[in-house]
């Protein structure tokens, strides 16, 4: 049974006490807030959303472009530089959150339907770490008090 229609903020607090409940991290309980609070006032100021019944995937798929072309300062809080955009990753972490949060939504009945039952994850590129040089490791080696 689907509970009364409630706030998207609402339930984001429900399922941050849920988080808690499951001991998160505080790091990554910060990290779904700062995400799903951005959202929530994305919602409420470009498309006028505040019921959590309300979201559509077009909504959450609409978010997914407004992050991506969101600069640096405006979509991500840590950030001070606010002149490139946000990289793959950082986007991808948005829509982890936002799907993260619908899933739960979904599975404590507060939604009959979960918008972002269908909203893809966005492709990243492959990032290739450097690896040590055998220069690296000699001069590491050579470091070492070997007496």
Known sequence: MVKRSMTIAEAIKGYIIDCRTLDRSERTIEWY???????????????????????????????????????????????DDDSTELSPLTVKGYV???????????????????????LGLPSVPSYIIATFTPDHIRALLDACDRS
């Open 96 to 118: 982890q959150v936002t799907k993260g949060f619908f899933n739960w939504c979904f599975k404590e009945e507060l939604i009959k339907v979960n918008p972002a039952a269908r």
């Open 33 to 79: 807030e700062q995400k799903l609070n951005y959202f929530v006032r994305w919602l409420s100021e470009e498309e006028e959303i505040d019921k959590l019944n309300q979201v559509t995937i077009d909504h959450l798929r609409s978010f997914v472009l407004h992050v991506k072309a969101a600069p640096l300062g405006r979509a991500n809080l840590n950030k």
